[in-house]
């Protein structure tokens, strides 16, 4: 996990998004933030091992059980990003406006390659997520409410 994919796609003499820096994590927060880009989604960020592990998710993530939500995978974010809300310049990386839609913390019940289930206490999103990867398309995930075990 580093920052550098997340350096290289951005000009911060341009962009008033953070440079970030890795650092251990003090707990396991989250953010989605609304990123009205080209084409409108939702960004889910988890909090991990120094950085934010995130997903564009084009519909937004699901409040109710039973649906299904496709959640592309994108370069991990420094932590800074968690609190972030701003406009990024047309013409720039993610052009557009980012406001954050929920935030809280977290608890892991798994992470593993192709499999995460996560328990979000946000103000809107509040439950048991599941995300599973797709086999073929690495990036891409589905993410849904799952009923506790
Ligand atoms: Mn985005």
Not at 48 to 55: A, D, F, H, I, N
Not at 66 to 80: I, K, S
Not at 85 to 95: M, R
Not at 124 to 141: A, D, S, T, V
Request: hydrophobic share 30%; glycine share 10%.
């Amino acid at each position: 996990m580093s920052l550098e994919e997340y350096r290289a796609k951005r000009d911060f003499t341009k962009t008033p998004e953070p440079r970030g820096e890795m650092k251990p994590s003090l707990g396991e927060r989250f953010v989605v933030q609304e990123h009205h880009a080209s084409n409108l989604h939702w960004d889910l960020r988890l909090e991990r091992e120094g950085v934010l592990k995130s997903w564009a998710v084009p519909k937004g993530p699901p409040e109710e059980r039973g649906v299904r939500r496709l959640a592309v995978q994108t370069e991990d974010h420094p932590v800074a990003y968690l609190g972030f809300e701003g406009a990024i310049p047309e013409g720039e990386y993610g052009g557009g406006a980012i406001h954050i839609w929920d935030r809280g913390e977290y608890d892991t019940e798994k992470w593993r390659e192709d499999e995460i289930i996560v328990s979000l206490r946000g103000e809107r999103l509040e439950g048991r997520y599941c995300m599973i990867r797709f086999k073929r398309q690495p990036r891409n995930w589905l993410l849904f409410r799952c009923v506790s075990e």
